[in-house]
């Protein structure tokens, strides 16, 4: 079941939602699982009032297995920000993180979003093909060239509502 996490709910349920993650991080080495940025990051992304911004949880039998979350970085031209797309390390490769990122865009097309951009590490090969599949397309340019505040050293995919 894919839970939809605004605002509010984030602000009610931060203690809960953490537990979740950090479980979802937990016997995975992978340097990305790093429980305190990503809490950081989502206080970031919830704390913009301007914009809105959402994370999508995939939950089954009580376990968090997928999660990722999107912020409308600039709400003049409707452009969007995909980040985090995190599996259990157990469950990849079984299609958690494509339905999960496919909720996330209609949820932006509800929102009247225009483009969706996410940045993929350099040698994130899975993501991208993940990314591809979706319709995603490489746009020749690295994430923090699209934008100031972007991360380095992630190239960017774009994906057109």
């Given at each position: 079941?894919?839970?939809?996490?605004?605002?509010?709910?984030?602000?009610?349920?931060?203690?809960?939602?953490?537990?979740?993650?950090?479980?979802?991080?937990?016997?995975?080495?992978?340097?990305?699982?790093?429980?305190?940025?990503?809490?950081?990051?989502?206080?970031?992304?919830?704390?913009?009032?301007?914009?809105?911004?959402?994370?999508?949880?995939?939950?089954?039998?009580?376990?968090?297995?997928?999660m990722v979350n999107f912020l409308e970085y600039n709400n003049i031209l409707n452009d969007w920000c995909l980040f985090s797309?995190?599996?259990?390390?157990?469950?990849?490769?079984?299609?958690?993180?494509?339905?999960?990122?496919?909720?996330?865009?209609?949820?932006?097309?509800?929102?009247?979003?225009?483009?969706?951009?996410?940045?993929?590490?350099?040698?994130?090969?899975?993501?991208?093909?993940?990314?591809?599949?979706?319709?995603?397309?490489?746009?020749?340019?690295?994430?923090?060239?699209?934008?100031?505040?972007?991360?380095?050293?992630?190239?960017?995919?774009?994906?057109?509502?």
């Amino acid at each position: 079941m894919i839970k939809v996490i605004d605002r509010t709910i984030y602000n009610k349920e931060k203690e809960t939602i953490k537990n979740l993650i950090a479980d979802l991080f937990k016997n995975d080495n992978d340097i990305i699982a790093n429980l305190e940025e990503t809490m950081e990051h989502l206080d970031f992304i919830f704390s913009q009032e301007k914009n809105k911004s959402f994370l999508l949880l995939n939950i089954e039998d009580n376990e968090l297995v997928c999660m990722v979350n999107f912020l409308e970085y600039n709400n003049i031209l409707n452009d969007w920000c995909l980040f985090s797309v995190f599996t259990k390390k157990e469950k990849r490769k079984k299609g958690y993180a494509k339905d999960i990122i496919k909720e996330g865009i209609k949820i932006v097309k509800e929102n009247k979003g225009n483009r969706i951009i996410a940045g993929i590490e350099y040698d994130n090969i899975p993501s991208e093909q993940l990314h591809e599949k979706l319709g995603f397309k490489y746009c020749g340019l690295d994430w923090d060239e699209i934008d100031d505040g972007f991360p380095e050293k992630h190239k960017a995919y774009i994906w057109r509502c």
